[in-house]
T-cell receptor, first 112, second 114 residues
Framework: QQQVKQSPQSLIVQKGGISIINCAYE??????FPWYQQFPGKGPALLIA?????SEKKEGRFTISFNKSAKQFSLHIMDSQPGDSATYFC???????????FGPGTRLSVLP | DSGVTQTPKHLITATGQRVTLRCSPR?????VYWYQQSLDQGLQFLIQ?????ERAKGNILERFSAQQFPDLHSELNLSSLELGDSALYFC?????WGAGNTIYFGEGSWLTVV
């Protein structure tokens, strides 16, 4: 119930392509879903986040798509760049009394 | 820069030893979290404090302990260290416990046990 599943484990995309990372959860008490980007040797940094009352949120080249009924959400990176090469973590948090639960991460490599 | 400060950045110690990792949260943040990240592994939640009190506990070993002080900084104590404890330890902070806002991570403390 507390798990967040994430796929794929690793992803290789050509420059200019679309990167798609998928996450799924079981706990319907989760109501806040952030994505974090982590570069080697650095701490995870908030990239974009969504609440389940909207189906999509876009910030620049990054878009979260949210399917509440399926309990799934995904990160789309449009026009992927080599600088996007990093590990991406999806996460979920309940409104009260629950900690953040992180997916296992996806290592993205964007080839020049 | 997230505003979360962790020291030391790197630490090498021998098995059986004890170390203390320190974290200063973002200004105004009352909640502190500790996570462990082993090589090529995900973020394993260890423990959370809110305004000095323990709020949530994850997969924290009995050899590990933490506390949050009145000035809101936090320390993670790791004792009887084993080779398998080598990892990157992250501190994160957020404004309040229970609200839907996000958490911000520090740069981490690299611990190597030899």
């Amino acid at each position: 119930q507390q798990q967040v599943k994430q796929s794929p484990q690793s992803l290789i995309v050509q420059k200019g392509g679309i990167s798609i990372i998928n996450c799924a959860y079981e706990n319907t008490a989760f109501d806040y879903f952030p994505w974090y980007q982590q570069f080697p040797g650095k701490g995870p940094a908030l990239l974009i986040a969504i609440r389940p009352d909207v189906s999509e949120k876009k910030e620049g080249r990054f878009t979260i798509s949210f399917n509440k009924s399926a309990k799934q959400f995904s990160l789309h990176i449009m026009d992927s760049q080599p600088g996007d090469s990093a590990t991406y973590f999806c996460a979920a948090r309940g409104d009260y009394g629950q900690n953040f639960v992180f997916g296992p991460g996806t290592r993205l490599s964007v080839l020049p | 820069d997230s505003g979360v400060t962790q020291t030391p950045k790197h630490l090498i110690t021998a098995t059986g030893q004890r170390v203390t990792l320190r974290c200063s949260p973002r200004s105004g943040d009352l909640s502190v979290y500790w996570y462990q990240q082993s090589l090529d592994q995900g973020l394993q939640f260890l423990i959370q404090y809110y305004n000095g009190e323990e709020r949530a506990k994850g997969n924290i070993l009995e050899r590990f302990s933490a506390q949050q002080f009145p000035d809101l900084h936090s320390e993670l104590n790791l004792s009887s260290l084993e080779l398998g404890d080598s990892a990157l330890y992250f501190c994160a902070s957020s404004e309040v416990w229970g609200a839907g806002n996000t958490i911000y991570f520090g740069e981490g403390s690299w611990l190597t046990v030899v």
